[in-house]
């Protein structure tokens, strides 16, 4: 009889969880073990996703249900490259999956970047969602800000930043992130766009929250929502594109007499980054006027406006981390790969080995987006197992390997967390420490939690 196959999958995030139940959909007699760097999964929804984004976060219901399966070993706290090898998950599984997603910042090459008080978007992000590898502060000092990019990361770091810490007493946002919003001394914050209202890529829902929040006023020049022959076209073409624009107008027309609040939200179309100023600390920002042409491509003017400014945020598009023994396209920010099947210099697939999510593609598209991926991904593996020998393991690459947070662990972690938020009246409250979470999970402080099929214990 041949044996059920094993299939490594290297990053618990959406990606990862989405490719284990499309394998097991499509092999159901296969066992997958899903190998997480963290104590906890669900990667991008629980440290990429703003606090005050509770729907967005229920995804994690869905991808709960999933690793509920009895033919899925949830294993957190191991480090590829650090405490196993790709080599050894190579030979000791019949396929390997890389799904480490983007956790860096894309770098800004202009003049100050480098600044004190000139951050990246990810850094903050990680930061108010309680990543457990980041410290505990932040310096929120400026009392003007500059948020530079078009996307809904963007919109989250300047709605969070905007926003006063009470009205995030009811998320799963943990004290130490409340107390230092609550002294956060800002006034203004600055978003700034390269391209014109019609080609931003904010989604319309998010854009018009910026809008919605207690106590902030959203403040546009109407001139610079004038159109040009390439927004015409976009806004022919696109409903969304016309959905953000109406926003922005109404934001526009509002009467100066009514805006009153503390805070106050800047939105800047058609402007592009030149230098940051300041010598020992960030003191403002040249940016340079831009307009597009009818194929709606970025022209310069040479017409430079300067902003002052104590900080800026640079949320201009995410970039993977190399995963130590597998191929990296350094200037693409990817592993190389055909369809998922990862090559190697030669171009030449490398067995057993395939990459999905935005380690495979690039940091492109919404969460849900990685199922089709994931499958492209999962249906080259299970072609591949068709035709290969299985593979026989002298040993297991992680049975050495101490410290492992399972499934059990993890229910012990999120009752801990729920436990927290009640003692708060909100549904959670993250644990930041690692060295916290690893010892909830081993069960201390609380009752451990039933036995799990999937659990180290139980598996195989």
């Known amino acids: 009889m041949t044996p059920s196959p094993r299939i490594a999958i290297v990053g618990a995030g959406p990606a990862g969880i989405y490719a284990a139940d499309i394998l097991l959909g499509r092999v159901p007699g296969a066992r997958v073990d899903l190998i997480e760097k963290l104590p906890a999964p669900y990667g991008l929804v629980r440290y990429g996703v703003a606090p005050d984004h509770p729907r967005i976060r229920k995804i994690t219901d869905a991808l709960h249900e999933v690793l509920e399966h009895p033919s899925i070993r949830l294993l957190g706290g191991i480090d590829v490259g650090a405490d196993v090898t790709v080599e050894e998950l190579r030979a000791a599984y019949d396929g390997v999956i890389l799904a480490t997603g983007a956790d860096l910042d894309v770098s800004l090459d202009i003049p100050g970047a480098d600044l004190p008080g000139s951050f990246g978007a990810a850094d903050l992000v990680a930061w108010y969602d309680a990543h457990p ?31 006063h810490a009470a009205d995030l007493h009811r998320t799963d946002t943990p004290d130490h992130v409340l107390d230092a919003l609550a002294s956060n001394p800002v006034r203004d914050i600055h978003l700034f766009a390269r391209r014109g209202p019609a080609d931003v890529r904010f989604s319309a829902l998010e854009l018009r929250e910026l809008g919605e929040q207690r106590d902030v006023d959203v403040l546009v020049d109407p001139a610079e929502l004038e159109l040009d022959e390439h927004a015409e076209l976009m806004l022919e073409q696109f409903s ?7 926003t922005l107008r109404e934001w526009a027309e509002r009467p100066r007499a009514e805006l009153r609040a503390s805070r106050r939200i800047h939105l800047h179309f058609r402007q592009r980054p030149v230098r940051i100023l300041g010598e020992q600390d960030v003191t403002g920002l040249e940016m340079e006027r831009t307009v597009s042409d009818p194929l709606g491509r970025m022209q310069a003017t040479g017409e430079l406006v300067r902003h002052e400014v104590g900080a800026v945020y640079r949320a201009i598009g995410y970039r993977s981390s190399p995963v130590p023994g597998a191929p990296f396209d350094v200037d693409r920010g990817i592993i ?17 080995l395939y990459a999905t999510g935005w380690i495979k593609r690039g940091p492109v598209g919404l969460i849900g987006s990685t199922k089709s991926d994931a499958a492209q991904t999962v249906q080259h593996l299970v072609d591949d197992l068709a035709s290969a020998e299985p593979v026989v393991a002298a040993s297991d690459p992680l049975a050495p390997l101490e410290g492992i947070v399972d499934w059990a662990g993890w229910l012990r972690i999120d009752e801990a967390e729920r436990r927290a938020g009640a003692a708060r009246g909100r549904e959670r409250t993250k644990l930041v420490d690692r060295d916290d979470m690893i010892a909830h999970a081993r069960g201390r402080d609380i009752a451990p939690a039933g036995p799990h099929e999937n659990s180290t214990e139980n598996a195989r």
Request: aromatic share 2%; no cysteine; net charge positive.
């Open 133 to 163: 590898d980041v410290p505990r502060t932040w310096p929120l000092a400026a009392e003007s800000i500059a948020v530079l990019g078009a996307g809904n990361v963007a919109l989250d770091v300047t709605r969070i930043l905007a926003k």
């Open 336 to 352: 190389p790969n055909r369809e998922g099947r990862v090559v190697g210099p030669d171009g030449a697939a490398i067995p057993r």
């Open 240 to 246: 969304q594109r016309r959905i953000i624009l109406r």
